[in-house]
């Protein structure tokens, strides 16, 4: 399945809902304890949602549409993706890329202008099932800039 | 992990399903086939790698990252800015 991520609901699109529970099978890539997370956004928040690790409370992100920095940012899901998110309908996945403050690169710019996106390892959300996967997008980079 | 030492058109079987042939060697590259399942996927092990270290660097302390999250939000409003270059 080749899509584009435009058009995907958003989280609040569903039942007025501001939060899921999203279970990760086999946790992110990397990162096998980290199964079990809650997305979080709000009028505040939105376009930008928080990414909170149930199993370890300590770890957490901060994930936004890929395609609301890179307009032309397209998906692209393998056979064990789609089986791995229980085959979902377009309408029920939820991309989220997850921005990596410049801060946690150790770098002494200015902490909101050097963020990054990681377009190599978006979250790919099944809203309706409440499961996701960290697919590997290898045409795209892990340090998108943003704000450029 | 297994050691193995392999020649050119030598392989192995893992699984059951997944089979892994020495294609060709040139100097430090090796050319491998693979023969898997269509829903196995495969990567090469180092986008795996990157992957991890960006989640390893991308959390942010739990105290924090709401307040993380609105001081980024001035990124996905480009229109606030006056200056379009």
Not at chain 1, 24 to 46: K, R
Not at chain 1, 69 to 84: I, M, N, R, V, Y
Not at chain 2, 54 to 75: C, G
Request: charged content about 20%; proline content about 6%.
């Amino acid at each position: 399945m080749q899509t584009t991520a435009a058009g995907i609901a958003p989280l609040n699109g569903v039942e007025g809902a501001t939060a899921i529970a999203v279970h990760f099978s086999g946790g992110l890539v990397g990162c096998a304890d980290w199964e079990h997370f809650d997305v979080v956004t709000d009028a505040e928040l939105s376009p930008l949602y928080l990414i909170n690790c149930q199993d370890d409370p300590s770890i957490g992100f901060i994930g936004a549409d890929p395609t609301v920095f890179k307009p032309d940012f397209c998906l692209e899901l393998t056979a064990e993706d789609e089986a791995q998110l229980g085959y979902p309908e377009f309408g029920d996945l939820l991309v989220l890329a997850i921005i990596t403050p410049a801060s946690s690169l150790g770098s002494t710019a200015e902490p909101s202008t050097s963020a990054t996106l990681n377009l190599l390892g978006p979250l790919v959300i099944n809203l309706q099932r409440g499961i996701g996967r960290q697919v590997i997008q290898s045409e795209y980079t892990a340090h998108y800039p943003l704000g450029a | 992990m297994l050691v193995l030492t392999r020649r050119v058109d030598e392989g192995l079987n893992i699984g059951g399903e997944i089979t892994v042939r020495i294609l060709a060697i040139d100097g430090d590259r090796v050319k491998l086939g693979v023969v898997a399942p269509r829903t196995v996927t495969i990567l090469r092990d180092e986008l795996c790698q990157r992957v991890r270290n960006e989640n390893t660097a991308a959390s942010i302390p739990a105290a924090e990252r709401a307040a993380v999250a609105r001081s980024l939000k001035f990124l996905v409003q480009p229109a606030a800015k006056t200056d379009g270059s």
